[in-house]
T-cell receptor, first 110, second 117 residues
Framework: QKEVEQNSGPLSVPEGAIASLNCTYSDRGSQSFFWYRQYSGKSPELIMS????GDKEDGRFTAQLNKASQYVSLLIRDSQPSDSATYLC??????????FGQGTRLTINP | DGGITQSPKYLFRKEGQNVTLSCEQN?????MYWYRQDPGQGLRLIYYSQIVNDFQKGDIAEGYSVSREKKESFPLTVTSAQKNPTAFYLC????????????????FGEGSRLTVL
């Protein structure tokens, strides 16, 4: 079993709709979770971090964490073509390193 | 401007050769990391270092070596023992070590794309 799992997609969403990206993790000791966005051929960039159960909102992005279900999600409201990218979910393992999922490729259709 | 510089961006290697990828940061970060990314895959950790002159193996360290002689520099050598080295290599750094949420906020370089001929 992979430590962090994501649906690799591709996920196709019409412009203006809500994109929902999901991630599960296996290590119950993980306390910190992150969403990175990676455009094709580029390096990842951090877009959201979440440490407590519940929702965390930042502009059009909302991260959700449910530690009991070991589930993390990212919602993108009012999706734009510029949101088309691969989204990587990551969980902190111990206090030293991140474990990444395989990423979900998101396409926003105009 | 502060950031992480990786070089070269593109590198071609013949089988049996060792190659070294450079990573330099001027962010004054303690921790540095090397990840490998294959097409359609996530990032896999090769090596990481939290302080100068100390480093730990990640999940796929076989066939790779690193050094951390200076805080700013963390070069990665891909040796001939690495059987399938063609990949996108990403160097990253983070500000805090050993604190909750610290190591998750990684800053990445632009990557080095290695191709074995």
């Amino acid at each position: 079993q992979k430590e962090v799992e994501q649906n690799s997609g591709p996920l196709s969403v019409p412009e203006g709709a809500i994109a929902s990206l999901n991630c599960t993790y296996s290590d119950r000791g993980s306390q910190s979770f992150f969403w990175y966005r990676q455009y094709s051929g580029k390096s990842p960039e951090l877009i959201m971090s979440i440490y407590s159960n519940g929702d965390k909102e930042d502009g059009r992005f909302t991260a959700q964490l449910n530690k009991a279900s070991q589930y993390v999600s990212l919602l993108i409201r009012d999706s734009q073509p510029s949101d088309s990218a691969t989204y990587l979910c990551a969980a902190e393992q111990g206090a030293q390193k991140l474990v990444f999922g395989q990423g979900t490729r998101l396409t926003i259709n105009p | 401007d502060g950031g992480i510089t990786q070089s070269p961006k593109y590198l071609f290697r013949k089988e049996g050769q060792n190659v070294t990828l450079s990573c330099e940061q001027n962010l004054n970060h303690d921790a540095m990391y090397w990840y490998r990314q294959d097409p359609g895959q996530g990032l896999r950790l090769i090596y990481y270092s939290q302080i100068v002159n100390d480093f730990q193996k990640g999940d796929i360290a076989e066939g790779y070596s690193v050094s951390r002689e200076k805080k700013e520099s963390f070069p990665l050598t891909v040796t001939s023992a690495q059987k399938n080295p063609t990949a996108f290599y990403l160097c990253a750094s983070s500000r805090h070590v050993g604190q909750p949420s610290g190591t998750g906020e990684l800053f990445f370089g632009e990557g080095s794309r290695l191709t074995v001929l």
